[in-house]
């Protein structure tokens, strides 16, 4: 997993605020619930909302961070994900995709707040990520891992995931003080 501070410009990452929060109030959100697998909704109860950027700003942001993805000779998806109250996503490891990265949109995020990433940096460990099917299988405690890594969101910083490493992002706080913000991104495999 690779972190790479202020990786937008002041400008470009002001501009996906606005059009973020513009999009807010227009009716072309998917929820999580209906369209995620329901391994990643496992153990949450909230709901991510998500859109796609404008086709203006994912070029833009496609120009910004080529220096800094993978090659992406099948393309890149951008959206923007909203992720409310008691949201969050389970352990996976973005398997079908050549890469995956967060950027995170909020100004400011405290610890409270839930919403941490957390992942393994090992690709190779053997985990199951289903935790239904790990406690019926009887697996031991060395199918999971002891250490991990954490990481609070921070502004305008990008989690890269280019090796199909395990994470996994904790709930948000159900207090509502904090919406977590990011842009999604997805090197395309096919």
């Known amino acids: 997993m690779k972190i790479i501070e202020n990786v937008l410009s002041e400008d470009l990452f002001s501009r996906c605020k606005v059009e973020c929060n513009n999009k807010l109030r227009l009716n072309q959100w998917q929820s999580s619930t209906i369209f995620w697998n329901t391994s990643l909704r496992e153990g949450i109860d909230g709901c991510t909302m998500t859109t796609p950027t404008s086709p203006q700003i994912h070029d833009e942001i496609e120009n910004e961070l080529r220096s800094h993805l993978p090659p992406f000779p099948n393309g890149l998806m951008t959206q923007y994900y909203v992720w409310q109250p008691n949201s969050g996503i389970a352990m996976h490891n973005d398997n079908g995709k050549r890469f995956g990265a967060t950027i995170y949109l909020n100004d400011t995020w405290h610890p409270n707040s839930g919403g941490w990433f957390i992942w393994k940096d090992n690709p190779d460990f053997p985990i199951q990520e289903d935790s239904r099917a790990w406690h019926s299988q009887k697996y031991g405690q060395a199918r999971i891992a002891k250490e991990w890594n ?20 904790t709930r948000v706080a159900a207090d509502g003080y904090a919406i977590r913000i990011t842009i999604q991104i997805w090197g395309l495999k096919e």
């Open 150 to 169: 954490t990481y609070l969101p921070e502004r305008n910083c990008m989690v890269l995931n280019d090796r199909e490493e395990y994470h996994l992002v």
